[in-house]
């Protein structure tokens, strides 16, 4: 099998490079031959790839331990769900799920793109398998995963323990979706320079591509912040490692995107800026692979350091340069079609909302990369830790979270003064409010202050803008309210969707302030002893260690210790924290013991509860108990933030316009209705 | 951080630490197979504990690579051999009168600035803390600055009307009429 596998890498190399050539050229020379072929190239691609995957699979599944990723990566004791996920656990198999995913991607974008967008479709292919195949070349001379060992050992020395845990099976598949769902927009725009035809229509034939890739990009990250929170037990779920930041940053251009691209479709402007954001996201994924596969900057999670690092050193370079080279050729075509007509208008809000994406990636970067550039130029080596993260980027992450508030209240074109009163009396009103009644109630934290009160106020935007289109129904059609409500988000699904991520995101901030009111203590407790810790809600949990239990499970052997949890003296129920020892198939013991987190989660605080070891091998333990408070609501603002992305890309409702079609009419209704409230 | 822990706080910890160890543990059941359950702890001792210790150990990096401060290290990564030993070192220093600024100090002096969670402010440092509220702020003046240019030179300035302005007296209703009929128009 592992032979049937090798092969098909190479297959899937000679088809990639066909593909590439065939697309360039036969896009080029207008030769159809030519284009069809490069299209089959991608259909075959992804044959050969998924041959590859199932070939690696079966090896997974089979035990072959004959093959190096096999095992070092799996054990014959591993349980099966974890099998699966041992395909891209590791370097070599990552890279393969990442070319299979991209082929199928990109074969996907061959079938499903019709009409008028088929120009592009050569060009798209040719990029989409020239990326393909440099993963592939990668995977063939850097990184192997089919690589035999020399020997077949008994048992695989098994998975890192810290991966054997159900976020760790859906993060890495979601996060690179994101990641490789990027390269069709990318794709598509590399086309649409290459033929010049650069009007706005391949931004729609992109755009439900770039919504996609913004929700499988955020619905990684917050699955990856879910498996840090409760697997590596320190008690948060955002580190700034370079490794997260990596992620966030093609995430904070797409975002930057999906809002400017809204004034190119309404009115024709910002084409260079869009492309550049669209070619910069690309980039940045990139990057981030780069950044955390070649070992640059040692981190938690880093794959270990091998060759691959300058293989994509090399291919971001170049790339990067080509894209560049590129763009600025084409920029003369670019031009804006109307103008800007004030400073308070919707398209200046989108404006100073891009700068503000734009600059959080940027100093999310910087931040990454200073002691890189520290130990470089003044050669002292330098920690920027998650307090020097904190520092400098929660004020722009709060003004950022004004201006989400801010943005959707001006009109298009150019907001009166009487349209933004009217607009901001209720939000404004709701944000004080919020303030003063925390204030009252003894909050004194100000960055929490700013993140609740800014959070009311954007909620109040968002209740409004609702309650408004409601009523108005309501009074036309006679609906009732609920029903007008639902009859919004279907008629209009990308503006209420929009704002039920925006809701979404505030209920992250929410969440994220909560880390503010942290508390923690550490106790040794005997069983029947208590330990007590007060959050800083007044509440008072006391957490009574019943004893330890230690038995065998399918490849670990456990000790638990079991809690019983009180608040304010009332029995709220147990909680159960581990050390898992995993063991092989022999019974040897493979990696040191891990700790399993307990975790006891409400809509007020989380009781978060470690177990640190064992007093002279007796029942004695040591725990660490941390309450975390609204912990729950970055889980759920996540939850509402993909929620509102699906109604967002959900298929039907207003079909996009096009400037100069009828956004022509939407712009004079505004125009009227502006006239009208002067 | 206010102030440190004195010399006679600490003592008293001393004590309290010593106490804990000699404490007859017998009288506690034996697991088992203590050996599948990590390394053993020793009792947590009130200078653990201490709200200025931790806030200090949050300031200071672990050395072994994992990223984390010592207190965060040492409370959660418990194969971790480094923190322990370094918090060991925090307790040592404090408990010789040395002050949190002199901890700190003396841990720069050993490990480099690299041990600090924060680089200090001062020197080339600034352009990490700052570079980018500073881009930021001239990259919105920049914006502001464009946005006028582009205001005042476009055309549609003057008149931003179409050319037939509709009555101008329509009543609110008859504006969340047009809102919503806006609304279902396409895009
Ligand atoms: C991290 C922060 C933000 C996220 C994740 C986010 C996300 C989104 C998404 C996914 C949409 C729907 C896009 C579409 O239909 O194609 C949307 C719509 C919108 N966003 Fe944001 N947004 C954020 C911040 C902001 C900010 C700062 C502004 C301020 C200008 C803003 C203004 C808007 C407006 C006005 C709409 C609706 C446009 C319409 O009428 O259709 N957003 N947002």
Redesign the interface.
């Known amino acids: 099998m592992t032979l049937l596998g090798y092969f098909s890498l190479w297959l899937a190399l000679v088809v990639g490079l066909w593909g590439a050539i065939t697309g360039f050229v036969g896009g080029a020379q207008g030769r159809a031959d030519l284009q069809q072929s490069a299209r089959h190239a991608t259909f075959a691609l992804f044959g050969a790839l998924l041959i590859a995957v199932i070939s690696l699979e079966v090896a997974i599944f089979r035990h072959d331990f004959s093959v190096q990723y096999v095992a070092s990566r799996t054990s014959r004791n591993l349980p099966t769900f974890y099998l699966w996920s041992a395909l891209y656990s590791g370097q070599e198999g990552s890279l393969l799920f990442w070319a299979a995913v991209l082929s199928l991607f990109a074969a996907l974008t061959q079938l499903l793109t019709g009409g008028r967008y088929r120009v592009y479709l050569p060009y798209v292919a040719a990029v989409t398998s020239l990326v393909a195949s440099f993963f592939v070349s990668v995977m063939l001379f850097a990184a192997n995963p089919f690589k035999r060992l020399a020997f077949t050992p008994m048992d695989g020395q098994g998975m890192n323990p810290q991966l054997q845990n159900p976020g760790m099976v859906f993060h890495p598949p979601m996060l690179y979706l994101g990641y490789i769902s990027i390269t069709i927009p990318f794709a598509f725009a590399i086309a649409a320079l290459l033929t010049k035809k650069l009007d706005t229509e391949w931004m729609v034939a992109v755009r439900k591509w770039t919504i996609v890739s913004w929700l499988f990009l955020s619905i990684g990250l917050l699955i990856g912040m879910w498996w840090a929170y409760v697997e590596l037990g320190w008690g948060g779920y955002w580190a700034w490692d370079p490794v997260e930041n990596a992620a966030l940053l093609p995430w904070l251009v797409m975002t930057a995107y999906l809002h400017s691209v809204m004034i190119q479709e309404k009115r024709g402007m910002l084409k260079k800026w869009n492309l550049a954001l669209i070619l910069g996201a690309w980039v940045l994924s990139i990057f981030g692979t780069f950044l955390t596969r070649s070992g640059v900057i040692a981190s938690v999670h880093s794959f270990t350091e091998s060759p691959v690092g300058y293989y994509f050193l090399f291919f971001l370079v170049a790339a990067t340069a080509a894209t560049a080279v590129l763009y600025v050729t084409r920029l003369p075509l670019l031009q804006a079609e109307a103008t800007l007509e004030s400073m308070v208008s919707r398209e200046a809000s989108f404006l100073f909302n891009n700068l503000l994406l734009i600059g959080l990636a940027f100093s999310v970067l910087w931040g990454t990369l200073f002691p890189i550039i520290s130990e470089a130029v003044v050669g002292v080596k330098i920690t920027y830790g998650p307090p020097t993260f904190n520092f400098v980027n929660i004020p722009l992450g709060l003004t950022l979270l004004l201006m989400t508030g801010i943005g959707p209240l001006i009109a298009w074109r150019r907001a009166s003064t009487a349209n933004l009163r009217r607009q901001f009396a209720v939000p404004v009103t709701v944000g004080v409010f919020a303030l003063l009644i925390l204030l009252v109630g003894g909050m004194r934290d100000g960055w929490a202050l700013g993140a609740f009160s800014l959070g009311a106020f954007v909620v109040g935007t968002v209740v409004q803008e609702f309650a408004r289109g409601a009523r108005a129904r309501n009074r036309q059609y006679g609906e009732a309210l609920p029903l007008a409500v639902l009859q919004l988000l279907s008629r209009n699904r990308r503006r209420y969707g929009g704002y039920i991520v925006h809701i979404g995101i505030v209920l992250l901030f929410v969440g994220f302030a909560g880390m503010a009111f942290k508390t923690e203590t550490e106790a040794t407790l005997r069983p029947g002893e208590s330990a007590e810790l007060r959050a800083r809600d007044g509440h008072m949990y006391t957490f009574t260690h019943l004893g330890i239990s230690q038995y065998n499970a399918l490849n670990r052997q456990v000790t638990a210790a079991l809690l019983d949890v009180r608040r304010d003296g009332k029995e709220i129920g147990r909680l159960r924290t581990e050390k898992r020892q995993h063991v092989d198939a022999l019974g040897n013991r493979t990696f040191e013991p891990s700790t399993e987190v307990g975790i006891m989660s409400g809509l007020r605080v989380d009781l978060y509860v470690v177990l640190a070891g064992l007093v002279n091998g007796t029942e004695q333990a040591v725990f660490r108990f941390t309450i975390n408070p609204l912990v729950w609501w970055v889980w759920f603002g996540g939850f509402v933030l993909v929620i509102g992305g699906l109604i967002v890309l959900w298929p039907g409702g207003a079909p996009v316009a096009l400037k100069g079609s009828r956004a022509s009419h939407v712009q004079a209704g505004y125009a009227v209705k502006l006239e009208a409230e002067r | 951080m206010t102030h440190g822990v004195s010399r006679r706080d600490f003592f008293m910890l001393a004590i309290g630490a010593a106490g804990?160890v000699l404490q007859d543990?017998t009288?506690?059941?034996?697991?088992?197979?203590?050996?599948?359950?990590?390394?053993?702890?020793?009792?947590?001792t009130a200078a653990?504990?201490d709200k200025n210790v931790q806030a200090l150990e949050?300031?200071l990096?672990c050395s072994c690579?994992?990223?984390?401060?010592i207190y965060?290290c040492r409370?959660?990564?418990?194969?971790c051999t480094y923190s322990p030993a370094l918090h060991q070192q925090v307790l040592r220093m404090l408990g010789d009168g040395k002050t949190e600024q002199e901890v700190i100090d003396a841990f720069v002096a050993q490990y480099?600035?690299?041990?600090?969670?924060?680089?200090p402010r001062r020197?080339?440092?600034l352009?990490?803390?700052f570079?980018?509220?500073v881009?930021?702020v001239i990259?919105?003046l920049g914006?502001?600055w464009m946005?006028?240019r582009?205001?005042r030179?476009?055309?549609?300035?003057a008149p931003?009307?179409?050319a037939a302005?509709?009555?101008?007296?329509?009543s609110p209703?008859?504006?969340?009429?047009?809102?919503?009929?806006?609304?279902?128009?396409?895009?």
């Not at chain 2, 690579?65 to 401060?69: F, H, S």
């Not at chain 2, 409370?75 to 194969?79: E, K, L, S, Y």
């Not at chain 2, 209703?173 to 895009?187: F, H, I, N, Q, T």
């Open positions: 804990a543990t009288s506690v059941g034996r697991v088992y197979d203590p050996d599948r359950a990590g390394r053993a702890q020793a009792p947590v653990d504990n949050k300031r990096r690579g994992c990223g984390l401060d965060t409370t959660t990564d418990f194969t480099g600035q690299v041990v600090l969670m924060s680089p020197g080339f440092n352009l990490g803390y570079v980018p509220g881009v930021l990259a919105a914006l502001v946005l006028r582009w205001t030179e476009s055309p549609a300035a931003t009307m179409p302005p509709p009555p101008p007296d329509a209703a008859e504006l969340e009429r047009l809102r919503d009929e806006l609304d279902r128009l396409p895009g």
